[in-house]
């Protein structure tokens, strides 16, 4: 991923970080923002998501890399990799991602490139340090 793909990601995910908080709320339990650090993404590498794709079943996912960002200072920039089932007609946008653990959260998943392991999904943090 380039820097500037990078960039644009992060700001869709400022521009999360700003909404008005009752256009944000859902049942359920959501994670807690101060839990999804890339620390918190490196203990659930490997782990299953469950992507609500705006329909009954959703899709199941898993964690399979989480990516150093570009180098800023004051940023902690970092990229996770999803991989979904090859059949995923998930498009890239914001979706509702579900951890068995730690409850839900929203994120933006951009579409990558698919392969005989399945497609792949990107999201890109850009978190104050």
């Not at 339990?29 to 609500?52: E, G, I, M, Y």
């Not at 329909?55 to 902690?76: F, H, I, K, N, T």
């Not at 839900?104 to 579409?111: G, I, K, S, T």
Request: hydrophobic share 45%; charged share 20%; aromatic share 10%.
């Amino acid at each position: 991923m380039d820097r500037r793909k990078f960039l644009v990601a992060g700001a869709a995910g400022v521009a999360l970080g700003v909404a008005p908080h009752a256009a944000m709320a859902a049942v359920g339990k959501s994670a807690p923002t101060a839990k999804l650090t890339k620390a918190w993404f490196l203990q659930s590498l490997n782990d299953r998501f469950h992507v609500d794709d705006k329909g009954w079943q959703g899709v199941e996912m898993q964690l399979v890399a989480v990516q150093e960002g570009p180098q800023s200072r004051g940023l902690d920039q970092f990229s996770l990799v999803f991989r979904a089932p090859r059949d995923a007609q998930l498009q890239s946008g914001l979706y509702h991602v579900k951890h068995a653990r730690d409850g839900w959260f929203q994120v933006y998943l951009d579409r990558g490139q698919g392969g005989s392991a399945g497609s792949s999904f990107h999201a890109t943090f850009s978190l104050i340090a």
